[in-house]
């Protein structure tokens, strides 16, 4: 029965962490102003506009930032918890559940921060043609973190910006999530 568990847990987190990539690309692309015409920010915004013009009447933007998407994030984060837990036949508290979605809605955004950097740089590295589709908008959506750190360290030609904002980014993942969903899980369950 387990290994049923095991199978449906991640068919779970494959589609919900498919839809929340969607939400996260349109999140990051409205505060990083990505370029609109895009064909991938055409996707993206074809895609998730359906379900966020409604919600966005009811929760408008905070400067450059979605909330209607990041809530949509984090309400995605939640079902999905609940369902995992529902596999497992447990009933959690729902403080402990709301603090879990919250650690995984910011663990999603860390991580998905962490890939998309490591992709720009791959594809920087192997002379991408600087007009290709993904390369603009990921490059749109790094910039924000990585230009206070571009030409500072850079040695021998290469510039170690990128890494140093994935360490910063995964230390952020275990120093600050990781405590959160800690606690999230123990209220979760009643410890």
Known sequence: MSYLVNALSFLLELAFGAAAALFALRLLAEASRADFHNPLSQFVYRTTNPILAPIRKLVP????????????????????????FALLGAFPHVLGLVLLSVADTLDFILMFYVVLIFIWSLMSLFQVEHYHPVYRLAGSLVDPLLRPLRGKLVAGGLDFAPWAVMIVLILARLLLVSPLADFGGRLALGL
């Open 61 to 84: 933007n905070w400067r450059r930032i979605n909330i209607a998407a990041l809530l949509l994030i984090w309400l995605l984060m939640l079902l999905k918890r609940v369902l995992l």
